[in-house]
Structures are given as structure tokens and as C-alpha cells.
Nanobody, 129 residues
Framework: QVQLVESGGGLVQAGGSLRLSCAAS????????MGWFRQAPGKERDVVAA????????YYADSVKGPFTVSRDNAKNTVYLQMNSLKPKDTAVYYC??????????????????????WGQGTQVTVSS
């Protein structure tokens, strides 16, 4: 099995930046799609950004397109989420996750939560006004 540990969350003022890291261990993630998800108070967990195993395709929620960038370093078995121009509405617990199966690079809805079966514990991101 794979273990995922998120880090890099914290408190930041609006307009600031954070870089989240997701360190995987136990198994290589190089052949798996990876995703970042968040859950704000009173809301469902939903995708923020995702990246295919080949890093050739990315997905971003409309609300974060532009300010956020997802990337991966397979040599380090790590996925990143660079978050710029943060807003209070970005406040949430952020989770990284690995796809249930290899591939899915061009499958329909490859980035939705149900495609991912291994999740980290999450890291809190709080953006103050």
C-alpha cells in the first residue's frame, strides 16, 4: 500500500502563497494519477487540481485556475500544489490522493474523487482577510 502525507499548510493572509507537498511512501506513484482535494466547513470534498501520471494533463477547478499549479516529481515520489493569490474562500483542509488504478490519463472524469482510493490525512489551510 501507499501512504500519503501532506505538509505545507498554515495560516496566510489574503493574497499570500503556500506550497503544499504530498510525500508518498511504500509504493511508487509514478504510474498513477494524483490529485489535490479540499473540504471547507459545511461543504463536500471536491477536486482542486489533478495531474496525470505522465504529467501531460492537468485539471483545475475553475475557482483556482491560474493562481494554483499542480506538479509532481516522480523521482522524489512527491506531488505539489503551489497556491498563489490565496483568498479566504480557499480556507479548507487540503488532501492529496492517488488514483485507484494506473493510467486514467485521458479517461472521462479522471479527476473526480471516486477515481482516487488512497488519501492522506490532510493539511489545514487558513486564509485570513
Amino acid at each position: 500500500q501507499v501512504q500519503l502525507v501532506e505538509s505545507g499548510g498554515g495560516l496566510v493572509q489574503a493574497g499570500g502563497s503556500l506550497r503544499l507537498s504530498c510525500a508518498a511512501s511504500g509504493r511508487s506513484i509514478s504510474t498513477y494519477n494524483m490529485g489535490w482535494f479540499r473540504q471547507a466547513p459545511g461543504k463536500e470534498r471536491d477536486v482542486v487540481a489533478a495531474i496525470t501520471w505522465s504529467a501531460g494533463i492537468t485539471y483545475y477547478a475553475d475557482s483556482v485556475k491560474g493562481p494554483f499549479t499542480v506538479s509532481r516529481d516522480n523521482a522524489k515520489n512527491t506531488v505539489y500544489l503551489q497556491m498563489n493569490s490565496l483568498k479566504p474562500k480557499d480556507t479548507a483542509v487540503y488532501y492529496c490522493a492517488r488514483a485507484r488504478t494506473e493510467g486514467f490519463g485521458s479517461a472521462s472524469n479522471w479527476y473526480v474523487p471516486r477515481r482516487f482510493g488512497y488519501w492522506g490525512q490532510g493539511t489545514q489551510v487558513t486564509v485570513s482577510s
